[in-house]
């Protein structure tokens, strides 16, 4: 992943999608794959066990967040 600032979305259907990959997943006749709510991840905040980790393992850490699972992490700004 490259420093500085990335979007990922929580889609309806549960799925934390990339800003870079969101409109190839959004099917507009299904409600389920729309955006929901977007987290900006500051790359440069991350901890170096997630530097170079891929969006396999930084969608469940914004998922757990976003259903109030974990707290806040430090690298998810807004």
Same mark, same amino acid.
């Given at each position: 992943m490259t420093?500085?600032?990335?979007?990922? =979305?929580?889609?309806?259907?549960?799925?934390?999608?990339?800003?870079?990959?969101?409109?190839e997943?959004?099917?507009?006749?299904?409600d389920?794959? =729309?955006p929901n709510t977007?987290?900006?991840?500051?790359?440069d905040?991350?901890?170096?066990?997630l530097v170079?980790?891929?969006?396999?393992v930084i969608?469940?850490?914004?998922?757990?967040?976003?259903?109030k699972e974990s707290?806040?992490?430090? =690298?998810?700004v807004e």
């Amino acid at each position: 992943m490259t420093y500085g600032l990335h979007k990922y =979305w929580v889609m309806n259907d549960g799925e934390v999608i990339h800003d870079d990959f969101m409109n190839e997943h959004v099917d507009e006749s299904n409600d389920f794959t =729309w955006p929901n709510t977007a987290y900006t991840v500051d790359v440069d905040k991350l901890p170096p066990e997630l530097v170079h980790a891929d969006d396999e393992v930084i969608g469940p850490l914004i998922l757990a967040y976003h259903h109030k699972e974990s707290e806040k992490p430090e =690298w998810i700004v807004e």
